[in-house]
């Protein structure tokens, strides 16, 4: 179980479908791709130990697993742990776009102008803080295994990957379960293209349509991607960093 390889291999797929199939004709060095690919290294490999360190060392040790998940077979515990993180991830990402400050943070994501699978990786460090913050402990409590944490985070890769990529794929009835490239690419959509604060699923569409926050328009694409202002957000990895913090920024 070494999700390097797997998200090395996911991104090579992505990399090469994207080639073959593209939704939109973009360079493979589209305008960011380096801020992204330096998010990619930065979040994957640095930012994801250190979190999952800090996690297991200081907050994993003070909760008492209830062991809700002993008995159940591995694929039963991926199911579970697919339904129950989904949601609450879906939950952590409509906040992100309502909270001031947490919207602040997210405007990292959104400074995104040209759509591609790398763009899954653009997040602000502190970000994947609140995630790992309410998640990790309710990983615990519920005493999910590691295999099953393993392919559940492979799993979340590959749907972002998805989500994000640059693909000429429709999903038909799947659009209701699943979150595609033509849903999420509404979710990026310029306030001038079209409503905001639609399509939070991270993997599951499902949540969406239940609490009424889908909006995928048959047959057409967001004409512009990003936020008001996004044409004057910084464009590199560490000015980005320091955005939400500067008293100006809103």
Not at 6 to 21: A, D, K
Not at 34 to 53: I, P, W
Not at 193 to 204: D, E, K, R, Y
Request: hydrophobic share 50%; glycine share 8%.
């Amino acid at each position: 179980m070494i999700y390097p390889l797997w998200l090395f291999g996911l991104s090579l797929l992505f990399l090469v479908l994207e080639r073959l199939w593209p939704r939109r004709s973009q360079p493979l060095l589209r305008r960011g791709f380096f801020t992204d690919l330096a998010y990619l290294v930065f979040n994957s490999e640095y930012l994801g130990v250190l979190l999952g360190a800090l996690t297991l060392r200081l907050a994993l040790p003070t909760i008492s697993p209830a062991n809700l998940m002993a008995g159940l077979s591995i694929p039963l515990q991926f199911l579970v742990m697919l339904l129950v993180f989904d949601f609450a991830q879906w939950g952590i990402h409509n906040l992100l776009h309502r909270v001031p400050f947490l919207w602040r943070i997210h405007k990292v994501h959104h400074s995104i102008v040209d759509m591609d699978w790398i763009g899954n990786w653009r997040f602000h460090g502190l970000e994947i803080v609140v995630y790992r913050v309410l998640l990790y402990p309710l990983a615990a409590l519920c005493g999910f295994g590691v295999e099953a944490m393993f392919a559940y985070g492979v799993f979340n890769t590959a749907i972002g990957h998805f989500a994000h990529s640059n693909l000429n794929v429709r999903l038909g009835p799947l659009q209701y379960l699943l979150n595609g490239p033509h849903m999420h690419l509404w979710h990026h959509g310029h306030p001038e293209a079209g409503p905001v604060n639609q399509n939070f699923a991270i993997s599951l569409s499902l949540w969406d349509w239940l609490f009424r926050t889908a909006y995928v328009p048959t047959g057409q694409d967001p004409t512009r991607l990003g936020f008001d202002g996004v044409e004057h957000y910084p464009t590199n990895i560490l000015t980005q960093t320091i955005e939400p913090f500067r008293p100006e920024a809103n």
